[in-house]
């Protein structure tokens, strides 16, 4: 099993940044892909950026170049610099991680931009 614990969500004006955590109940070395996905109001949960244990990357068009996602094994989270923050991406951000052959969701933190 893993537990997954969202942190680092909040407000922030357009053209802001934001850090989310997500910190894992065990080793991140045993967990194979992980990922951020969002839901905004009304829409689908949509794929954001997903790192591999190898720390290889892939990232929605919609933040490329913008959001950078990485793993700390060292301290058991998987992080999601987000810069340059509009206001299409107001969402709550979900947290996922795929281990055991299960898949691992997080409970969510809430991003809003806006001024």
């Known amino acids: 099993q893993v537990q997954l614990v969202e942190s680092g969500g909040g407000l922030v004006q357009p053209g802001g940044s934001l850090r989310l955590s997500c910190a894992a109940s065990r080793s991140i070395l045993s967990i194979n892909d992980m990922a951020w996905y969002r839901q905004a109001p009304g829409n689908q949960r949509e794929l954001v950026a997903t790192v591999t244990r190898g720390n290889r990357s892939n990232y929605a068009d919609a933040v490329k170049g913008r959001f950078t996602i990485s793993r700390d094994s060292a301290k058991n989270t998987v992080v999601l610099q987000m810069n340059s923050l509009k206001p299409d991406d107001t969402a709550v951000y979900y947290c996922?991680?795929?281990?055991?052959?299960?898949?691992?969701w997080g409970q969510g933190t809430q991003v809003t931009v806006s001024s």
């Open positions: 996922n991680a795929e281990a055991d052959r299960r898949v691992y």
